[in-house]
């Protein structure tokens, strides 16, 4: 496991720092600028080849049954949403990518759970931080970098929406035996959290959404304040 706050992962924490910054920035640029669509593709093109190559290397290589490695976690159904919301820029998928995307993703960053060992952990590393990056990174950049600023019902909506899935996925995690979305155990990687009890993790990991999607809204509700206040 990647040793927290070691030389490396505070390599992978300040890269994810100047992504966001660098999102944030294209606001600068107009909206039909073709830097945007051309940073939209790009970083389309590169999580999915990221994400595909990654899950072809476990299932052939590998040997990963398919029951462990379907993309049901948090952050792989962060990356459908990013892809809708790049395609598409639908304000629902803006709103999905800039709560739950950048929170799950976030956190993903700042406690990174990779298994994997020997000659395959370099690139496993890349990989992971390289998703998890951009999906902190394109939340920002959907409503920052794009100036949209979402109203307070995106946080209700968001909060619910990873509740749902939680409470969907459950059933599946117990009929396959596997532990998306950490429903049923907290990651291995993260051996503190394994010292109390699941229940508790959840509520502290459900708590952490709430408050990190409110403190994450205050700059728009300020802007609307001002607004309002001239």
Same mark, same amino acid.
């Given at each position: 496991?990647? /040793?927290? %706050?070691?030389?490396?992962?505070?390599?992978?924490?300040?890269?994810?720092?100047?992504?966001?910054?660098?999102?944030?920035?294209?606001?600068?640029?107009?909206?039909?600028?073709?830097?945007?669509?051309?940073?939209?593709?790009?970083?389309?093109?590169?999580?999915?080849?990221?994400?595909?190559?990654?899950?072809? $290397?476990?299932?052939?290589?590998?040997?990963?049954?398919?029951?462990?490695?379907?993309?049901?976690?948090?952050?792989? !159904?962060?990356?459908?949403?990013?892809?809708?919301?790049?395609?598409?820029?639908?304000?629902?998928?803006?709103?999905?990518?800039?709560?739950?995307?950048?929170?799950?993703?976030?956190?993903?960053?700042?406690?990174?759970?990779?298994? /994997?060992?020997?000659?395959?952990?370099?690139? *496993?590393?890349?990989?992971?931080?390289?998703?998890?990056?951009?999906?902190?990174?394109?939340?920002?950049?959907?409503?920052?970098?794009?100036?949209?600023?979402?109203?307070?019902?995106?946080?209700?909506?968001?909060?619910?929406?990873?509740?749902? $899935? *939680?409470?969907?996925?459950?059933? !599946?995690?117990?009929?396959?035996?596997?532990?998306?979305?950490?429903?049923?155990?907290?990651?291995? /990687?993260?051996?503190?959290?394994?010292? $109390?009890?699941?229940?508790?993790? %959840?509520?502290?990991?459900?708590?952490?959404?709430?408050?990190?999607?409110?403190?994450?809204?205050?700059?728009?509700?300020?802007?609307?304040?001002? *607004?309002?206040?001239?």
């Amino acid at each position: 496991c990647m /040793e927290l %706050l070691s030389a490396r992962h505070l390599l992978w924490l300040s890269a994810t720092v100047l992504f966001v910054i660098g999102c944030v920035n294209m606001r600068r640029l107009p909206e039909t600028s073709g830097w945007h669509s051309a940073f939209r593709t790009s970083l389309f093109v590169l999580v999915l080849v990221n994400e595909v190559s990654w899950f072809a $290397y476990r299932h052939f290589a590998a040997d990963l049954p398919l029951a462990r490695n379907l993309p049901l976690h948090l952050c792989d !159904l962060s990356i459908f949403v990013m892809f809708a919301a790049l395609a598409t820029r639908r304000r629902l998928f803006a709103e999905l990518s800039y709560y739950a995307g950048v929170v799950g993703a976030l956190l993903a960053v700042c406690l990174p759970a990779i298994s /994997e060992t020997g000659p395959i952990r370099p690139i *496993a590393e890349i990989r992971y931080f390289l998703t998890h990056i951009a999906l902190v990174g394109v939340g920002f950049y959907l409503s920052f970098g794009c100036n949209y600023h979402p109203p307070v019902r995106a946080v209700v909506r968001s909060y619910l929406a990873i509740h749902i $899935y *939680a409470l969907a996925i459950t059933p !599946l995690n117990l009929y396959l035996g596997t532990n998306y979305f950490f429903t049923l155990s907290a990651p291995k /990687e993260i051996a503190f959290a394994l010292e $109390y009890p699941h229940w508790l993790f %959840l509520v502290v990991v459900s708590s952490i959404f709430l408050t990190m999607f409110g403190l994450m809204h205050l700059p728009f509700a300020w802007r609307r304040r001002s *607004a309002r206040c001239r």
